[in-house]
């Protein structure tokens, strides 16, 4: 069983910054890529940021130079460092674990809403 467990998400500011953290149950380095995706209401989830297991990363358009994925294989964690957010970037921001053979786990989503 793989669980991953997302933190950090909260309300702030147009032009604050978060940084939400994902704790997997196994280590990180096994898996083939690491990401975070958002969902809106009413919206479809979608990729914000990815790193492969080399530590190659991709973002979306939207969150290029604004947001940083990152990870710590020895505490097994992935970050996402969220900076000058803006209300469109309201949404659930989940954590996902894809390994070589193409299995995808999920963790239960943070909140992040940004708004004055």
């Known amino acids: 069983q793989v669980q991953l467990v997302e933190s950090g998400g909260g309300l702030v500011q147009p032009g604050g910054s978060l940084r939400v953290s994902c704790v997997v149950s196994?280590?990180?380095?096994?898996?083939?890529?690491m990401g975070w995706y958002r969902q809106a209401p009413g919206k479809q989830r979608e990729l914000v940021a990815g790193?492969?297991?080399?530590?190659?990363?991709n973002y979306a358009d939207s969150v290029k130079g604004r947001f940083t994925i990152s990870r710590d294989n020895v505490k097994n964690t992935v970050y996402l460092q969220m900076n000058r957010l803006k209300p469109e970037d309201t949404a659930g921001y989940y954590c996902?674990?894809?390994?070589?053979?193409?299995?995808?786990?999920w963790g239960q989503g943070t909140q992040v809403t940004v708004s004055s």
């Open positions: 996902n674990a894809e390994n070589w053979k193409g299995d995808a786990y």
């Open positions: 790193i492969s297991s080399g530590g190659n990363t």
């Open positions: 196994r280590t990180i380095f096994t898996f083939y890529a």
